[in-house]
């Protein structure tokens, strides 16, 4: 059974830090490429991350650049999200999603339409 599954998520004062992780598990294929989307209010999901499955081609939404890092641990299967310097808008739920068929375009960085599996989210929240 395909699975990613988030965690990492939680409190934490405007300023501070939290690292998301994203286990992935069951896939038959090699993932191509994988992001990290966020959700809040009433938006839709939007793209924070990607990177692609040899680690090394990354894209950042211009909100996060300079804070948060995106990387790949392709032994232990595992995506991770450092975030720095978090700020109150940062907070909503934080998805990983995964692609086995193509590797990352900048497409996959704005249309979650892109990805095949999806984890189940984890909970982030900044206070100021």
């Known amino acids: 059974q395909v699975q990613l599954v988030e965690s990492g998520g939680g409190s934490v004062q405007s300023g501070g830090s939290l690292r998301l992780s994203c286990a992935t598990s069951?896939?038959?294929?090699?993932?191509?490429?994988l992001g990290w989307f966020r959700q809040s209010g009433n938006k839709g999901r939007q793209g924070v991350a990607t990177?692609?499955?040899?680690?090394?081609?990354?894209l950042y939404a211009e909100a996060v650049k300079g804070r948060f890092t995106a990387s790949l641990n392709s032994d232990a299967n595992t995506l991770y999200l450092q975030m720095n310097n978090l700020k109150p808008e940062d907070s909503g739920m934080y998805y990983c999603a995964a692609n086995g068929g193509t590797y990352c375009y900048p497409s996959h960085l704005t249309d979650p339409t892109n990805y095949e599996l999806w984890g189940q989210g984890t909970r982030v929240t900044v206070s100021s």
């Open positions: 990177v692609d499955g040899d680690g090394e081609v990354r």
């Open positions: 069951g896939f038959s294929g090699r993932l191509r490429c």
